[in-house]
């Protein structure tokens, strides 16, 4: 393989989390004054950080959401969670590949450490992420599109940028991927290619990533 190091994206890369998460957020959003269709979600929030939530909505309306709101909203994603979140179909596969052949790889997600935890533990991932290839927005100042995290990543796990490889679902993570001067796989499943123009390749099925970084 030509990478020292792969670094996943987690909602809508590991777990099969965008349908539900911006369902309830879309829900939330309009129960609070912002109608927000989950259309609307997914194009302005998805692989965002909960910060840039915040931040959009302060500067489309002025208003502020609740102090409470991120706790509110976790609440609501981790019970659904628990009910139907599944791990994206083809990545156990992709684990158990990378790991009989030794490389090295990590998850960087805009989701908050208990977000991650949650989801891998429902879907059962934890096995192949301990707490040492796990890395949240949370970790560093600003959230992708920023590269901050996916730099904080390779650092942590003693790799050049130059050396990695992003799955990335998202027009941000793309962003933050090629900021920080990685190579970025972007993944159709969900998000028009188009969306991902950016990304060094592009993919709809997880059976065909381990052909595509070798």
Known sequence: MRY???????????????????????A????????????????????SAM???HDLILERTGRRLPEDFDDVFHARVF???????????????????LTADGVPYCVASSGSHERIRVGHRTTGLDRWFDESRVFSSQDVGRGKPAPDLFLYAAERMGVAPERCAVVEDSPLGVRAAVAAGMDVYGYTAMTPA???AGATQLFSDMGELVGLLA
């Not at 020292?4 to 879309?26: T, Y």
């Not at 309009?30 to 929030?45: A, K, Q, V």
């Not at 019970?79 to 590949?97: M, N, Q």
């Open 28 to 47: 939330y959003l309009s129960e609070l004054g912002h109608p927000t269709s989950y259309e609307d979600s997914i194009r302005d929030y998805m692989g």
């Open 51 to 53: 910060h840039r939530i």
């Open 194 to 196: 188009a969306k991902l």
């Open 4 to 26: 020292d190091l792969v670094i996943f994206d987690n909602d809508g890369v590991l777990v099969d989390s965008e349908p539900i998460s911006n369902r309830h957020l879309a």
């Open 79 to 97: 019970a659904a969670f628990e009910r139907e979140l599944k791990p994206v179909s083809g990545v156990a596969d992709l684990l158990e590949k």
